[in-house]
């Protein structure tokens, strides 16, 4: 037990630091730009060229709202501007961006600059953010923070 | 209950828990909450990790029977942090409670997880690296390796606490996605840090699927997407001295994920043994939360400059 209460804290204590260490890289990494919307021109060709099955389905937008809002608004922003954590998505790179592409960078995420793969959502769900994602009219749109 | 069992076994170390407790709790009212779509598995891992930034915490308890000795509930606590998208660090507390015997603090586990790969890959490989330093009381039954049998935890207490373990468990977690199925493969190599202990081998696999593959537009708790089924199946494989099955145990526990809207979500998994020398029945069930930003709260807290 003796022992037990020597190293314990150390490890907590490296935990501790450790995690805020890594957190402070994946938050410089973000502020660099424009430069993270490069990831989408990394998408292959053939993942590019996906249709959409629910392109233009206000239902399925509607559903992909929930799960942005469950998933990817906490980096991205309630309402997809942007945040210290997560660039936004309202810009002209990600809106101009075929819906195969969206896809492809949800699946694959962009794992160097923070975001993670999200492959275990269902191909379905993905898509339907991706609907989402299509049917924000970022013009009409303030973003939150630019 | 676990901190209270922790806070009986000793006034400094209560003290130290009570107080990380609180610190804990204090972060935790600042942080917000992110919902996460869980897995089922209790013992198998995929190869998602911890969304960067984000602190998960969740709580699990085994009840297990015992032949030749009494039933236990053996519960441990797991914080687990996305450091970054590819790296996943995480702390155990483990505790068990043997009826008509008593409680103890069995020990702490501390596991890094590293993703290998950039991309989504048909199979994806993530590196799985534990440190442990548990006494043999320990019953959470979280991986069962070499030639762990149930009649190891039929002494009582008292005798068991007398062994004192220090592990370096090394896993390669393979898993795919297809279609809305998980499957993952993970073979465990763990060698106790003693010199004369041999490496011990085992395996947990497991497959899951979530009952809908499409999200409904309104928000809803039973609908559903918010659940996912699966099975594992897991178990020893021998050591360097006696590779093979013989004297090994196995289970086969089917499992569901329950994730609410409300950012909790619940686990229940029944492992049945498949041999004479597993326990009967590992009853497991979890509670978990996530919460997200709690790594740039602890930057905050450090003035921003760590």
Not at chain 1, 42 to 55: C, D, I, L, V
Not at chain 2, 174 to 196: D, E, Q, R
Request: charged share 20%.
């Amino acid at each position: 037990m003796k022992r037990l209460m020597k190293v314990m804290p150390l490890f907590i204590v490296g935990f501790a630091i450790s995690l805020a260490l890594a957190q402070k890289d994946d938050i410089a990494q973000i502020r660099q730009g424009p430069s993270v919307y490069a990831a989408l021109e990394k998408a292959p060709q053939s993942a590019r060229a996906k249709e959409n099955p629910f392109e233009g389905n206000p239902r399925e937008a509607t559903a992909g709202g929930k799960l942005f809002e469950q998933h990817c608004a906490e980096c991205h922003g309630p309402k997809a501007g942007g945040t210290r954590r997560g660039p936004s998505l309202l810009r002209g790179e990600v809106q101009q961006a075929t819906p195969g592409a969206l896809f492809w960078i949800l699946t694959n995420g962009v794992v160097r600059r923070g975001m993670p793969v999200w492959s275990k959502l269902p191909e379905q769900q993905r898509w339907q953010i991706v609907t989402y994602l299509r049917s924000i009219n970022w013009r009409r749109t303030a973003p939150e923070t630019q | 209950m676990a901190l209270g069992l922790f806070v009986c076994r000793g006034w400094l170390l209560g003290r130290f828990l009570f107080c990380g407790f609180l610190v804990l709790m204090f972060l935790l009212l600042f942080c917000c909450l992110s919902s996460a779509q869980e897995s089922p598995y209790i013992v198998t891992y995929d190869h998602y990790l911890e969304e960067p930034g984000s602190l998960e915490v969740e709580y699990f308890s085994t009840f297990g029977t015992q032949r030749g000795g009494n039933d236990f509930h053996a519960f441990w606590t797991e914080f687990e942090y996305g450091a970054t998208a590819w790296w996943t660090t995480e702390l155990y507390l483990d505790g068990q409670a043997t009826f008509s015997d008593g409680a103890v603090f069995t020990g702490f586990r501390v596991e890094n997880r590293l993703r290998l790969l950039q991309l989504e890959h048909f199979v994806n490989p993530v590196l799985y690296v534990e440190y442990e330093q548990i006494s043999g009381a320990d019953k959470i039954r979280k991986e069962v390796e070499g030639h762990d049998v149930e009649s190891d935890l039929a002494e009582p207490n008292s005798e068991l606490r007398k062994e004192h373990d220090h592990e370096l468990e090394l896993k390669l977690l393979l898993s795919s996605t297809f279609k809305g199925w998980n499957v993952a493969l993970n073979p465990i190599f763990t060698k106790n840090l003693s010199p004369s202990e041999p490496w011990e081998f085992a395996y947990a696999v497991g497959a899951s699927h979530p009952l809908a593959l499409k999200a409904l537009p309104n928000r809803c708790s039973f609908c559903r997407e918010n659940f996912i089924a699966g099975v594992e199946m897991y178990g020893g494989l021998g050591d360097t001295h006696s590779l093979g099955l013989p004297n090994t145990s196995h289970y086969l526990a089917p499992a569901i994920a329950w994730s609410l809207p409300s950012d909790w979500t619940f686990r229940l998994s029944s492992g049945f043994g498949l041999n004479d020398n597993s326990h009967r029945l590992l009853l497991r069930w979890g509670i978990s939360r996530e919460f997200s930003g709690f790594g740039e709260l602890v930057r905050h807290l450090f003035g921003g400059h760590v």
